[in-house]
């Protein structure tokens, strides 16, 4: 199947989408961390072959390993045929390659910055990148601020026709203050528009479809309101466990690892109004009105409003059998880290008034699904009498976010014979029959962003601390009322019964667990 038309969307000018970056050079403080080989890496390589990165282009890896940039090449060189998301032209990659450098610095030490200046500015003649730099901290959280302030004690963060960008990876903080007390710190080096605060959901592109499908078409925004939604339901749900990460995750827990900024980025772009142009701020104004319409909860509220699940062994008869979470690597027996949330959050305003949002996230739940499932209120008046009013299910729309992305509407049908019966029919929109699939790691357009010095995707200071805001009451609540019965979930199962029960004192159930 073929679409008949393409527009671009939501880039006003086609062209900003389309050409390459900005001449530049890439520094990645901790670059010998999994995410460069697995997502960096494959990211900029993929950019390149898209013709959209620039041919001024060059990367440095700083961390505290000491590699040559000779070593550092040989270990990328070795990684890339692990984590390409396509075939690697051997060409391009030489090219690419040629490009790459690295240095071994500590993030605190001051001389480690002024040799990077010197050698980003003998990087600058030598790749013609005009003193143009982003800085990606893929570090752990604790750095942020550190490496922030040495950059701009280093020279290395002022604007003389030239730009310089730093990308910052979540966890933005832990909580309401550290958030607040993390932005205040690189403000004071840097202006809000040099700063990038990145979250890879929205480099999705089926998150980045949301807004197209509600603001390119007509037939869906008259009745994307209160009047016509009855609940929104956002799945995020994961069949791996903490794997690797039980030492993150114990100081983590996936209402921060998940909550305050990928399942918030959906509520804000299936909440938010139509913004008046796709102009960064104008964007970025109606998702942070949606986070700041979100009232934080009483602590009565968390209680009755809020859900936590830890995941122990599977259930005996299990196909797979799967270890609890207090037997992971590097977790505690004793643990009190969550690994399941579901909560039911209202956002006070004119179009979402007494709407509810149910989100559920987790771990070892039992399939690997992301979607945001709209449903629409009841047919106001029941013409079908004989029918049992529980079998006429409303009208659902469901966005599939992943792994299956695509759209699908479900409405009642006539069930063919002689009976008037009603049946539920899906109408399913699945990307891969329009348009294929583009392997790609998620990154690739949020590089370019910046790169090209769009920061729609990005979140701007105010969103991080609303979103905190909200979360961090029910962090409060939590933490002075240790949960009593985990392990509460067998891995391999849809969370606690607490987080079906959450929907059954309204009525309602979660619909992918049909
Ligand atoms: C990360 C979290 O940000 O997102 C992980 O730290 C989680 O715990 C991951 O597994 C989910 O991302 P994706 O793209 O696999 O849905």
Same mark, same amino acid.
């Given at each position: 199947m073929?679409? +008949?038309?393409t ?15 900005? =001449?530049c050079i890439m ?27 620039? !041919?001024?282009?060059? #990367? ?10 000779e ?62 730099y ?8 604790n ?7 040495? #950059? ?12 310089? /960008? ?15 007390? #993390? ?18 959901y929205?480099?999705?592109? +089926? ?8 603001f ?5 925004? =008259? ?19 903490v794997?690797?990460r039980?030492g ?11 909550v ?8 804000c772009? +299936?909440?938010?109004?139509? *913004? ?8 970025r ?19 009755? /409003?809020?859900?936590?699940?830890q ?6 008869g299990a196909v ?10 590097q ?10 949330v579901?909560?039911?959050? #209202?956002?006070?305003?004119? /179009?979402?008034?007494?709407?509810p949002f149910y ?24 013409l ?21 992305e695509?759209?699908?509407? !479900?409405?009642?049908?006539k069930i *063919?014979? =002689?009976i ?14 329009y ?12 590089l ?12 701007? !200071? ?5 979103s905190?805001?909200?979360v961090?009451?029910?962090?409060d609540?939590?933490?002075?009322? =240790?949960p ?24 309602r159930?979660?619909?992918?667990t049909?």
């Amino acid at each position: 199947m073929q679409t +008949t038309n393409t527009t671009d969307f939501p880039d006003e000018s086609g062209s900003e989408a389309r050409r390459p970056g900005d =001449p530049c050079i890439m520094v990645i403080f901790g670059a010998s961390g999994d995410l460069t080989k697995r997502k960096l890496i494959p990211a900029l390589y993929n950019l390149a072959k898209e013709n959209l990165l620039p !041919s001024n282009f060059a #990367l440095v890896g700083f961390a505290r390993n000491e590699f040559s940039t000779e070593e550092f090449r040989e270990i990328l060189n070795e990684d890339i045929k692990l984590y390409a998301t396509s075939d690697v032209d051997p060409e391009l990659w030489k090219w690419f390659e040629e490009r790459i450098y690295y240095m071994s610095g500590d993030f605190a030490d001051p001389a480690a910055y002024q040799k990077l200046k010197a050698f980003l500015a003998e990087l600058d003649t030598k790749h013609g990148t005009g003193g143009n730099y982003f800085n990606y901290l893929a570090t752990s959280p604790n750095f942020f601020a550190t490496i922030v302030q040495q #950059l701009g004690a280093g020279g290395l963060t002022t604007e003389e026709n030239n730009w310089r /960008r730093v990308i910052i990876e979540k966890p933005f903080g832990r909580d309401f203050e550290s958030a607040k007390k #993390l932005n205040k710190d690189i403000q004071q080096v840097l202006n809000e528009k040099q700063i990038y605060r990145i979250d890879h959901y929205l480099g999705k592109e +089926t998150v980045q479809n949301i807004l197209v499908f509600r603001f390119a078409n007509g037939i869906f925004e =008259p009745i994307w309101n209160r009047r016509y939604i009855d609940h929104v339901q956002i799945t995020v749900a994961e069949t791996v466990g903490v794997e690797d990460r039980g030492g993150y995750y114990e100081v983590a827990g996936t209402l921060r690892d998940m909550v305050p900024n990928h399942i918030f980025q959906l509520i804000c772009l +299936t909440a938010m109004e139509p *913004p008046v142009s796709f102009d960064a701020d104008v964007v970025r104004d109606e998702q942070a009105k949606i986070l700041k319409s979100i009232q934080p909860m009483t602590p009565e509220e968390v209680l009755t /409003r809020t859900v936590r699940g830890q995941y122990g062994e599977s259930a005996n008869g299990a196909v797979k059998k799967m270890a609890g979470y207090r037997s992971e690597p590097q977790v505690s027996p004793t643990s009190r880290t969550e690994t399941f949330v579901a909560m039911k959050l #209202l956002i006070d305003n004119w /179009r979402w008034a007494d709407v509810p949002f149910y989100l559920r996230t987790g771990k070892r739940l039992p399939k690997r699904v992301t979607e945001i499932a709209i449903q629409f209120k009841r047919a106001p008046f029941v013409l079908f009498r004989n029918t049992a009013v529980e079998k006429m299910t409303p009208n659902r729309l469901v966005m599939h976010l992943q792994p299956d992305e695509g759209i699908s509407l !479900s409405f009642g049908a006539k069930i *063919p014979g =002689p009976i008037v019966q009603i049946g539920n029919v899906n109408m399913d929109f699945h990307y891969h029959d329009y348009f294929g699939t583009t392997a790609s790691t998620g990154y690739e357009r949020l590089l370019h962003d910046c790169m090209v010095g769009d920061a729609t995707l990005f979140q701007r !200071s105010d969103m991080v601390e609303a979103s905190w805001n909200i979360v961090s009451p029910i962090q409060d609540v939590w933490e002075a009322l =240790p949960p009593r019965k985990f392990p509460n979930y067998s891995a391999g199962s849809w969370g606690p019964k607490e987080a079906d029960e959450l929907l059954e004192h309204d009525k309602r159930h979660w619909s992918t667990t049909e």
